[in-house]
């Protein structure tokens, strides 16, 4: 089982990124995907997730309207883009595999099944 994260860097405030994650060895459809992020000294925050089984996604309110999570079924991939991207944002990005129907209840605190080497992602002048 592999999800692999990838698209972080450097950006300045207001800019955007786009996250890419390729997960490998799994059925895919089987599960929600989900994207966290961790900075040393906080809490595990999820900002996005998204479920084949319901179409539902997950967006808490620090990055609805900002963040935009997608998917490629036949490529196995989940995107993240994000954009108005501000220093807050800054953290190190996971993508996450969950065994579960819906992104309804998501949060960084459901216990993923798989997750990978995240990304590094900082917002900087």
């Known amino acids: 089982v592999q999800l692999q994260a990838s698209g972080g860097g450097l950006v300045q405030p207001g800019g955007s990124l786009r996250l890419s994650c390729a997960a490998s060895?799994?059925?895919?459809?089987?599960?929600?995907i989900g994207w966290f992020r961790q900075v040393p000294g906080n809490e595990r925050e999820g900002v996005s997730c998204?479920?084949?089984?319901?179409?539902?996604?997950y967006y808490p309110d620090s990055v609805k309207g900002r963040f935009t999570i997608s998917e490629d079924n036949a490529k196995n991939t989940v995107y993240l883009q994000m954009n108005s991207l501000n220093p807050e944002d800054t953290g190190v990005y996971h993508c996450?595999?969950?065994?579960?129907?819906?992104?309804?209840?998501?949060?960084?605190?459901?216990?993923?099944?798989?997750w990978g080497l995240g990304t590094l992602v900082t917002v900087s002048s």
């Open positions: 998204i479920s084949s089984n319901d179409g539902s996604t």
């Open positions: 060895g799994f059925t895919f459809d089987d599960y929600a």
């Open positions: 996450a595999a969950y065994s579960m129907y819906s992104c309804t209840y998501y949060s960084g605190s459901v216990i993923p099944d798989y």
